[in-house]
């Protein structure tokens, strides 16, 4: 997964182009709303909508259009959708497993949008199930590091908390826990004074597959593709790459 998480990050590093910063927006505005519609538009009483509304304040959203996120998600204001939620299963080169998690108010055209992303840029749909046995459902909590923040302060601060490992991703720390203790491990973090720039529950796969320069590059095309969908919200793959292919690929 070191590889994915390095290439994420850098790629979201660089979100601020104005179009991949609208996309990146309107994702994290979606989140809000479903977050508030699901639990309550308290973020004190609601753990994924605090988790959300934090995720997007780091991404810098601004303030007025998280709250509006959260009165149209909680019913206060007009305009709510009603999102459902839709996982597409998928291959990309090198035999790489891809699942895709969308949000969507249209099935048809999320499917339409999906497989054309897939076709286009050298994947191929799967049955469900036929990939998902890969990944297990985890907790993540990505810790940014710091002058003060490595990975003996960061693991003494979350190994009470049910945390399962640390990992080092570079630029950040990786918290890896069950989904339901993701909470518990996030409210640990934040006990210590330490702070981080997401928890999320996601797709954590069991076993990786190692590319090369020229499959890395045809699975970050199609990655990228699957994100640029409107109703896409998260894409998870079973790939691993070494720092110097991640260099070479750029």
């Not at 297990?136 to 710091?146: D, L, N, Q």
């Not at 076993?207 to 990228?224: N, Q």
Request: aromatic content about 6%.
């Amino acid at each position: 997964m070191s590889g994915h998480s390095k290439w994420a990050t850098t790629k979201h590093k660089k979100a601020g182009i104005d179009a991949k910063r609208g996309k990146l927006f309107a994702k994290l505005i979606k989140n809000i709303e479903v977050a508030a519609r699901t639990g309550g538009g308290d973020p004190a009483g609601n753990p994924t909508l605090f988790d959300a509304i934090q995720k997007a304040k780091k991404s810098s959203v601004p303030n007025d259009n998280i709250d509006r996120a959260v009165k149209r998600g909680a019913g206060l204001e007009a305009g709510g959708v009603d999102y459902q939620t839709i996982t597409y299963e998928g291959y990309a080169a090198g035999g790489v497993a891809v699942l895709i998690e969308c949000l969507t108010d249209n099935k048809n055209r999320s499917a339409m949008e999906v497989r054309t992303a897939m076709t286009r840029n050298g994947g191929s749909m799967a049955d469900p199930g036929s990939v998902s046995y890969l990944f297990s459902r985890k907790g993540v909590i990505v810790v940014p590091k710091s002058a003060t923040v490595d990975e003996d302060t960061v693991l003494m601060a979350v190994l009470d908390a049910g945390a399962e490992e640390v990992r080092d991703q570079g630029d950040t720390f990786e918290v890896v826990c069950e989904p339901t203790d993701l909470v518990a491990v996030r409210t640990a973090l934040q006990d210590a004074g330490i702070d981080y720039d997401s928890a999320d529950a996601g797709f954590v796969p069991s076993v990786s597959v190692e590319l090369d320069e020229e499959a890395a590059g045809k699975v970050f095309r199609l990655i990228d593709a699957l994100e640029d969908c409107d109703d896409v919200q998260n894409v998870y793959a079973n790939y691993d790459v070494s720092d110097e292919v991640l260099e070479k690929v750029g």
